[in-house]
């Protein structure tokens, strides 16, 4: 009966903290999706769009698509699909891989940058390194393409625009489910990781995983959450960072890198299938995505490491406390 206890005990600690971290990311999301309902209601959206309309010429897109971008970073990128698949402006397979990447990285940004605050890092840094980079490796896809005069063929898309229900309850229905849904993968993930410790396959994980992170200037702690948020998401995997930094397993500047690793590339699968319904070439989506997520991680750490701790904590990052996010 002890081990039965033992798992009893277990399991129900799991439970108690999924529950807590759940609840903790509600008590960012719930108002930001509020807030970003009425914006859109308003219009404030395609005033955006129009705002970005000389910032996506300059990576060789129509002036168009910038509310495209404007939905993707303000909504997430079911939203920003929706307003891709409803551009009048023909696109290339180039401009389209261009478009999506840049949205890739950069997407739901109310939700994602507040959940990474939460964590200890400090908005405005995550802020500028999400829409930084995002236009940044557009700029450098967009050279890319034009110099080796690859995919300039017409771009095709397997996703079309469906009508949808767009009043208040089908909307609180969707939101509903969503929670729901972070809820349970939460609780999964938890899961998981207790279960992975217990038989000893995170300590080979994280083994496996030290030389490519020691190269990126990370330490062995950062490694599985950071997996998690690369392969499940941010909002997954900034949940358990909060857990983590809470605890002090991770360093205030793992937080940082761990969690700018995963602003830049996060999902890997979902959504890179979902750009690539889009016409987003893995070209693009997929490997320089990746490719330009760590060479900046590598840069970044070896950039700041060079600044002093007064300084790091003042621009960079600082440890939550319990309930009290950087600013």
Request: hydrophobic share 55%; aromatic share 8%; charged share 15%.
């Amino acid at each position: 009966m002890r081990w039965q206890n033992r798992l009893a005990r277990a399991l129900s600690e799991v439970l108690r903290q999924s529950l807590r971290t759940s609840f903790d990311l509600f008590k960012v999301i719930i108002p930001i999706l509020i807030l970003i309902r009425v914006l859109d209601r308003l219009g404030a959206i395609k005033y955006m769009g129009i705002a970005l309309a000389p910032v996506m010429e300059l990576v060789g897109l129509p002036g168009q698509t910038g509310l495209v971008w404007a939905t993707t970073m303000v909504t997430n990128l079911y939203g920003g699909a929706a307003a891709f698949v409803s551009l009048s402006v023909p696109l290339t397979a180039a401009q389209a891989t261009v478009l999506t990447t840049m949205m890739l990285i950069a997407h739901g940004l109310p939700v994602e940058l507040r959940i990474a605050q939460k964590a200890g890092t400090r908005l405005r840094a995550m802020a500028v390194l999400r829409v930084g980079g995002a236009l940044l490796a557009g700029l450098a896809l967009h050279h890319i393409y034009r110099a080796f005069g690859w995919l300039q063929e017409p771009n095709s898309a397997i996703f079309r625009s469906a009508g949808r229900d767009d009043s208040w309850p089908a909307w609180l229905q969707g939101q509903g489910i969503f929670l729901l849904k972070i809820m349970a993968i939460i609780l999964a993930l938890m899961l998981l990781i207790r279960t992975l410790k217990a038989v000893g396959l995170m300590a080979l994980l994280t083994r496996l995983l030290e030389p490519g992170l020691r190269l990126l200037g990370m330490s062995r702690d950062a490694a599985p959450v950071t997996v998690i948020g690369m392969v499940m998401g941010l909002t997954y995997g900034g949940g358990i960072i909060i857990q983590e930094a809470r605890s002090g397993i991770l360093g205030k500047r793992d937080v940082f890198f761990s969690l700018a690793l995963m602003g830049l590339t996060h999902s890997l699968v979902e959504d890179t299938l979902l750009m690539m319904s889009l016409g987003g070439r893995l070209s693009g989506i997929l490997v320089w995505r990746v490719v330009f997520s760590l060479l900046v991680i590598f840069l970044l750490v070896r950039l700041l490491g060079r600044v002093s701790e007064r300084t790091f904590d003042r621009y960079f990052c600082r440890p939550a406390k319990r309930g009290q996010a950087a600013a």
